[in-house]
């Protein structure tokens, strides 16, 4: 059974055909604002050190301490002064086309709901702590959210090309599950890793993953699974230099994959780049639902 609630067919009902729906930020109760005021406050305990330079000068440029759930209404303003992007709310997991759509046009979706009490450790499916905390403030540089843009009308092609699934390989590795390279070290940037208390530990620190420097045709060979730790982390060198490999005709970069098989998660190629190579013990234990 399927851990995703918030997944509808077409729009329900309140919802425009875009698929936005007001944020309705008054009616969050004060156990909802509280959770988010929790979630925040044991994160910025873990992430200075380990959290981008661009993460948290995010962080502090929409004030997303401000307490309880942010109002879009406050932090849109701040948020389209600095790249043009505005956080506009989805009632769950919305089709890629609605999701490209949006991005190609600087607008980030973002759940309305919050997880419960009960789920501060893990929640599978993204909500608005993982939306807002995890994603937003990185939409505040410039270069990443030129990224962001592009991605979304490089979707736009995949999809007609049949190339979706090697294109959503390269947001997983990035955008959710990025790491890079800044002069104390590797930091972590992806909003899957900074909005998980754990994830932000390990994806650093645990001897078991692969971390390895990013090429753009490998990521898009490479499987991921979405319910566990990472096996493998790919890094860049700087969100500018992950702008300018992705900001191009990904034509050549299709035809290339063409016939090329897909890699197991916990591979290392001869001619990678091999920041770390793993143990891979935790997945071979059994991760996360071990006994």
């Given at each position: 059974?399927?851990?995703?609630?918030?997944v509808?067919?077409?729009?329900?009902?309140?919802?425009?055909?875009?698929?936005?729906?007001?944020?309705?930020?008054?009616?969050y109760?004060?156990?909802e604002h509280?959770t988010?005021?929790?979630l925040?406050?044991r994160?910025?305990?873990?992430?200075?050190g380990?959290a981008?330079?661009?993460?948290?000068?995010?962080l502090?440029?929409?004030?997303?301490?401000?307490?309880?759930?942010?109002?879009f209404?406050?932090i849109?303003p701040?948020?389209?002064a600095?790249?043009?992007?505005?956080?506009?709310?989805?009632?769950?997991?919305?089709?890629?086309?609605?999701?490209?759509?949006?991005?190609?046009?600087?607008r980030?979706?973002?759940?309305?709901f919050?997880?419960?009490?009960d789920?501060?450790?893990?929640?599978?499916?993204?909500?608005?702590?993982?939306?807002?905390?995890?994603?937003?403030?990185?939409?505040t540089?410039?270069?990443?959210?030129?990224?962001?843009e592009a991605?979304?009308?490089?979707?736009?092609?995949?999809?007609?090309?049949?190339?979706?699934?090697n294109?959503?390989?390269?947001y997983?590795?990035?955008?959710?599950?990025?790491?890079?390279?800044?002069?104390?070290?590797?930091?972590?940037?992806?909003?899957?890793?900074?909005?998980?208390a754990?994830?932000?530990?390990f994806?650093?620190?645990?001897?078991?993953?692969?971390?390895?420097?990013?090429?753009?045709?490998?990521?898009?060979?490479?499987l991921?699974?979405?319910?566990?730790?990472?096996?493998?982390y790919?890094?860049?060198?700087s969100?500018?230099?992950l702008?300018?490999?992705?900001?191009?005709?990904f034509?050549?970069v299709?035809?290339a994959?063409?016939?090329q098989?897909?890699?197991?998660?916990?591979?290392?190629?001869?001619t990678?780049?091999v920041?770390?190579?793993?143990?891979?013990?935790?997945?071979?234990?059994?991760?996360?639902?071990?006994?």
């Amino acid at each position: 059974m399927s851990d995703f609630e918030h997944v509808f067919e077409k729009p329900p009902e309140g919802a425009a055909a875009d698929w936005t729906i007001p944020q309705n930020w008054a009616a969050y109760t004060e156990v909802e604002h509280q959770t988010w005021d929790t979630l925040y406050a044991r994160q910025m305990k873990i992430l200075p050190g380990r959290a981008s330079q661009a993460f948290l000068r995010g962080l502090e440029a929409l004030d997303l301490n401000a307490g309880g759930i942010p109002d879009f209404d406050v932090i849109n303003p701040k948020l389209q002064a600095l790249t043009g992007w505005t956080v506009v709310c989805v009632p769950g997991l919305v089709p890629d086309e609605v999701f490209f759509d949006h991005l190609a046009n600087r607008r980030f979706v973002s759940g309305q709901f919050i997880r419960k009490p009960d789920q501060l450790d893990y929640l599978q499916e993204p909500d608005i702590f993982h939306d807002v905390f995890g994603h937003v403030p990185m939409l505040t540089d410039p270069d990443f959210a030129a990224y962001m843009e592009a991605y979304g009308k490089g979707g736009q092609r995949a999809a007609s090309l049949g190339m979706l699934p090697n294109l959503a390989r390269l947001y997983w590795y990035t955008v959710e599950f990025g790491l890079m390279k800044e002069a104390d070290g590797l930091r972590i940037y992806g909003a899957g890793i900074v909005s998980s208390a754990t994830e932000s530990v390990f994806a650093l620190d645990d001897a078991s993953p692969n971390r390895l420097g990013f090429d753009l045709e490998r990521v898009m060979r490479t499987l991921y699974r979405i319910d566990d730790f990472q096996q493998v982390y790919f890094v860049i060198d700087s969100i500018e230099a992950l702008k300018e490999v992705t900001l191009k005709d990904f034509g050549p970069v299709y035809a290339a994959l063409k016939g090329q098989d897909d890699l197991a998660i916990e591979t290392i190629l001869p001619t990678d780049n091999v920041i770390t190579h793993g143990t891979q013990a935790y997945a071979e234990n059994g991760g996360r639902f071990a006994a």
